[in-house]
């Protein structure tokens, strides 16, 4: 969480003693959460000695904590004329200006603070996106799971990427990357047609360019023409033969056309070049079932529940588990993994598509 | 025996005949009440025993927008009738819906299917209409017009009603009829889904319920034994039925296509009562144990194994499953091994036919495609509201692709299959949303063909139920199945080459029939022997 408001522990200077009775006030009624009294009770502070640090500081504190972020910047940049070394108030003054939208204004005093997780995110909003990167990581690292951190740290990989291709379709609007960039910005849209036509003419331009007839194959696969995305596929398997991700959708392509025994082949291959995959040995045991290998679909599905107990591809190999005993006459066992299935599919409805 | 030689290609015509000028009237509103995409049936039948298969077509209504009470839903104006039409000598029709005494559909309701049997064994076929509000059964009085029996017979059911079909469940040789029934929905509390697209509302949005079972007393009244048999213990979301007796044991079994949930395959235990199996025997979900959206649904050999296999129609993303009966009770799943899947899977079926279109030996596949939702495109673009129909040709068990001849996308729903023009190949009328049913004629091949119309006599007289196997080949008598639809109760069988055929006949009775050197190229009818 990002600590919007902090506990203070200010090195307070000297100040007037007429004042010291409206801070003490102030402070037990902001502890009250009585954050107009204890506005009142620090601006008494402040007139009676101008000179207080502490009172302006407080004042600015008391604001932000009512959230009129915009009412406790005067305030806080007087602290910080007084004293320019007063972290605290840089670390107020920060988050004030952040949250008013002066992201430019507050980035130094975010600095001076150290306050890593705001600073990113001031970064973020002045374009300066490595360096947003590299503070959301810091903060993510003292943070793990942070929420807003996690949101914040995949806006700005996100932007930075845009960045980095708005500025390839610039100056190379015209090359096989822009070209492939455009169609995976399509695809994300399910805009296939588009997708499909900038996906060839980055093949045309630079033919076998790693990864691009997977992703054309993507397309295909995506509007069920499975023979289309075979192609594509098995070109990328000729291309990249160590990716296991290639022969893995080659083998389900394959598998959609029932063609059992080539399926059964380019899927065990994907598991030999990543092992335990579930969604490789789910559809591997799939392949064989078709092909009519109960030994390998078994094997595989067996492997797969012991990887996956509870997900849904678990439950799905409990179900083909059950049609492979089904049809071998074992009874007994295939009731028990349908029992398996139907316990895991109460657990987790299934989506419907949309009707 | 040799069944097989090379296929032409199956194309049909797409016929505009004279005098068939309907038009289904779904009314689709802003409302988007789910009712306007759910219709209509279509019934092939021979109603005045002339030979000619005659068309009746069942209409929506007229819905407000917001519907208000009561719901008349237009049934009296004309627009809104169910339709007889008449085939005539020169394939035109005429419409004999006043004649006939089919006019005007009555008081709240809005038509959804059709169900076609002679439930009276008068030689004559009835038929069930099936709504949202109040079904009716006509009585065909053999002279040309039919009468309202509904409340005599007592089956009018309530709620929701979709795909209605006649078997004898007990074998004691009167028609049953099953009911199914979608869901606990009122036009009252509809609402819509899809955010700021606005759409009909998925079935997970409303309550299940239960389908009935009306049992034929054989005195012109039925018994609603839902309760006591059992199916009414289960709540589905029902819209398709076919029936076969999947596991050879005598009774005829019932397989109900569901709606975004599991399927149901309802056992007959031959005592008066089913016990639902779907999940046990393989038949409930998808290979990867999906639920399924389940819309029509045929329940027939299409490997020619002699076991009657399962075919569902479903929403895309789903690919259409296929059954394949294993013959020990259980069922497995082959959509994508019979290349269906590739074929299925950017589309939505509803009405579905088995049938050898070319001729062949093999069952090929009609599927009447389109999305459930009109506005589908704007959220996926990769989706069509009007589509093809699928024609998918059997080769030896596995389906490709063929020429249907048929070029304009279409809101298809209901489909009917039989032989219009009696030229020994099976033509298509499909229904359309908001427009005319389109008839699909079957050009024809070369190829021989036998059809046979089945007459019971100690069994039901429609001979419903039985298993008829013509040289290797097999189908189980009935005009239910796909959507909302009944189809030409004859049994049609494409020979290839072979010009001569053996017919085994296992009446529901019990009783076997064998016929020897049966001439090929003819409609034959083949009476049930009196005795065993």
Known sequence: MIPFFLSLCLLWQGGSTDALPHLQAGQQAEKNHHFDAAIAEFRKATEVDPTSVEGFVDLGQAYMEKGEFGNAISPLKYALELNSDLGAAHQLLGYALLAQGYSKEAIPHLEKSGEQSALGIAQIETGQLPDAVKNLEAALSKHPNDPDLLYYLGRATGLLSKQSIDTLLAAYPDSARAHQALAENYFVLRQMPQAEKEFQQALKLRPNTPQLHLELGEVYAGASQWDKAEEEFRTETKLQPGNAEAAYRLGNALLQQGKARPAKFELQRADWLLPNMPETLYALGKAAALEGDSATAQHAWTQLIGIERLSPLAAQAHFGLAGLYRKQGKTAEADRELQEFEKLQNSAPQEQPQK | ?532
């Open chain 2, 1 to 532: 025996m040799i069944l097989f030689s090379a296929a032409t290609t199956p194309t049909f015509d797409v016929k505009r005949p004279q005098g068939l000028d309907f038009v289904l009237q779904n009314s689709p509103t802003p409302q988007r009440y789910l009712i306007e995409t759910m219709p209509g049936g279509v019934a092939l039948l021979d109603y005045n025993n002339d030979g000619l298969l005659d068309i009746f077509l069942v209409n929506g209504g007229k819905v407000g927008s917001p519907m208000r009470l009561p719901e008349t839903f237009g049934r009296h104006d004309p627009r809104y009738w169910n339709r007889l039409y008449r085939q005539n000598r020169d394939g035109s029709f005429t419409d004999v819906t006043e004649a006939a005494g089919l006019a005007d559909a009555g008081e709240s309701n809005y038509g959804m299917g059709v169900a076609v049997a002679d439930y009276d064994n008068d030689g004559y076929p009835d038929l069930y209409v099936t709504s949202y509000g109040k079904n009716i059964l006509y009585h065909n009085n053999g002279d040309g017009t039919f009468t309202d029996v509904t409340a005599k017979a007592g089956v009018a059911a309530s709620g929701w009603s979709v795909s209605a079909g006649f078997f004898d469940f007990n074998n004691d040789g009167n028609l049953d009829l099953f009911v199914t029934r979608y869901m606990e929905w009122e036009t009252q509390h509809s609402k819509t889904c899809g955010g700021e697209w606005h759409t009909y509302c998925p079935p997970e949005e409303f309550p299940a319920t239960s389908s009935i079972l009306y049992r034929n007393r054989g005195d012109g009244t039925f018994e609603d034994v839902s309760q006591k048999s059992g199916i009414a213990a289960k709540k589905g979301r029902a819209l398709g039925v076919a029936f076969a007796d999947y596991d050879g044991d005598g009774f005829t079994d019932i397989f109900v296509a569901n709606d975004g949930m599991q399927q149901f395959l309802f056992h007959n235990n031959g005592n008066g009562t089913f016990t639902e199996r779907g999940l046990e025997a393989g038949a409930a979900l998808s290979e990867d144990g999906r639920r399924l959206s389940g819309m029509g649904v045929v329940f027939q050999d299409y490997d020619n194994d002699g076991r009657p296999d399962i075919i569902v129609t479903e929403l895309p993303r789903e690919i259409y499953g296929v059954y394949h009966n294993d013959g020990n009770g259980s069922f497995s799943y082959r959509s994508l091994e019979t290349g269906l899947g590739t074929l299925s899977s950017g589309s939505s079926g509803w009405g579905v036919g088995l049938e050898d279109f070319d001729n062949d030996g093999w069952k090929d596949l009609f599927v009447a495609q389109s999305h459930v939702l009109d506005n589908v495109e704007q959220i996926d673009p990769s989706l069509h509201y009007k589509e093809l129909p699928l024609l998918a040709l059997n080769h030896s068990g596995r389906f490709e692709r063929g020429d249907s001849g048929i070029d304009t996308a279409e809101a298809g729903r209901g489909a009917a299959f039989g032989d219009l023009n009696n030229d020994g190949s099976i033509d298509v009328v499909m229904t359309t949303l908001s427009g005319s049913p389109q008839l699909y004629l079957n050009r024809g091949s070369k190829q021989h063909w036998l059809t046979l119309t089945l007459r019971g006599t100690r069994s039901n007289r429609d001979g419903y139920g039985a298993r008829v196997q013509v040289n290797g080949q097999t189908r189980f008598a009935t005009s239910a199945g796909s959507y909302e639809s009944a189809s030409d109760k004859r049994i049609h069988f494409g020979l290839g080459s072979a010009e001569n055929a053996q017919v085994d006949i296992l009446w529901p009775s019990g009783t076997k029939q064998t016929l020897k050197d049966v001439r090929v190229d003819q409609f034959l009818e083949v009476r049930e022997p009196e005795q065993r």
